[in-house]
Nanobody, 118 residues
């Protein structure tokens, strides 16, 4: 059974920081592209950042220089360090695991709320 369990969301003031964590189980972690997505009310789910086994990462333009994605292949975890948070970063953040060789195998966590507000 595949499980992606997110943690670390919460309420933070603009300019603050949060770190999200996702723990994966039930998959061969090294064969998956790991990513964070987010969905704000009334918006479609959008890509935030992805990272492959070797560590190469990709970010959506709006978070470049503020967010950093990490993965620990020994612990099967992927973290998202979010700094200089803005109100527009408010959303539910989802962890995703996408098999490198087959789009059939794509899994999602339950989501964690991030609210940036003064």
């Amino acid at each position: 059974q595949v499980q992606l369990v997110e943690s670390g969301g919460g309420l933070v003031q603009p300019g603050g920081s949060l770190r999200l964590s996702c723990a994966a189980s039930g998959i061969r972690f090294g064969l998956y592209l790991m990513g964070w997505y987010r969905q704000a009310p009334g918006n479609q789910r959008e890509l935030v950042a992805t990272i492959i086994t070797g560590g190469a990462s990709n970010y959506t333009e709006s978070v470049k220089g503020r967010f950093t994605i990490f993965r620990d292949n020994a612990k099967n975890t992927v973290d998202l360090q979010m700094d200089s948070l803005k109100t527009e970063d408010t959303a539910v953040y989802y962890c995703n695991a996408q098999h490198l060789l087959s789009t059939q195998y794509s899994y999602w966590g339950q989501g964690t709320q991030v609210t940036v507000s003064s």
